[in-house]
């Protein structure tokens, strides 16, 4: 079983910073990408940020510039540096992984439990 565990989300004012963590745990062979995505009342799940175990990355154009996505791949751990942050960045955030299992010796998509993300004055 693979575990995901998501950190850092809560109440920000408009133009401040947050960052959140998600760290792996479990039968973990392998990680190849993992991401941040959002999902805001009334509103589908959207990607945010995804980055390969090379490190290649890829942003949505509504947080180009202002959100980072890093990973520590000894920790199995990534990272969402949110800067300048306005209300509609307000969501659940979700921690995505895809892993390659030791147990199973398959790769699949897990996900964490959600942080929320509020941003207001």
């Known amino acids: 079983q693979v575990q995901l565990v998501e950190s850092g989300g809560g109440l920000v004012q408009p133009g401040g910073s947050l960052r959140l963590s998600c760290g792996a745990s479990g039968s973990i062979l392998r990680i190849n990408a993992m991401g941040w995505y959002r999902q805001a009342p009334g509103k589908q799940r959207e990607l945010v940020a995804a980055i390969t175990s090379r490190g290649s990355t890829n942003y949505a154009d509504s947080v180009k510039g202002r959100f980072t996505i890093s990973r520590d791949n000894a920790k199995n751990t990534v990272y969402l540096q949110m800067n300048s942050l306005k209300p509609e960045d307000t969501a659940v955030y979700y921690c995505?992984?895809?892993?390659?299992?030791?147990?199973?010796?398959?790769?699949?998509?897990?996900w964490g439990q959600g942080t929320q993300v509020t941003v207001s004055s």
């Open positions: 995505n992984a895809e892993v390659r299992s030791i147990a199973t010796m398959t790769t699949g998509d897990y």
